[in-house]
């Protein structure tokens, strides 16, 4: 098996820097936004920096994650399905809870 280093293949990055959570018990929409931004990124050649952001305030409810209070990741993607995933320059992380301000005309992937 051959490895591959997605920080340079083929000359481009299919993976954004390392983000930190900070005090936010985040660690799983960490995870779901670095899976689906790395598979946009190979998918179509273009690598955004989505909003986790987003997974804490709104992938909430039927999809059972607790913003700060933590979640599960395949639940988050679940979410990003339903309804797509903003930039993180447009709902940008802030480390806490706070009411969803989801704007759907806004979604990037």
């Not at 959570?21 to 955004?48: D, N, T």
Request: net charge negative.
């Amino acid at each position: 098996m051959t490895a591959i280093d997605w920080r340079n293949y083929t000359g481009k990055s299919y993976v954004n820097p390392v983000k930190d959570q900070g005090q936010c018990g985040s660690c799983w929409a960490f995870a779901a936004i670095s899976v689906i931004e790395s598979r946009y990124a190979i998918k179509s050649g273009s690598l955004y920096s989505l909003s986790e952001q987003q997974f804490v305030d709104c992938a909430g409810g039927v999809y059972e994650n607790n913003g700060c209070g933590g979640g599960m990741a395949y639940a988050a993607i679940e979410y990003a399905q339903d309804f797509g995933v903003m930039e993180e320059e447009k709902y940008p992380y802030v480390a806490k809870d706070q009411n969803c301000t989801y704007i759907e005309s806004e979604v990037q992937v």
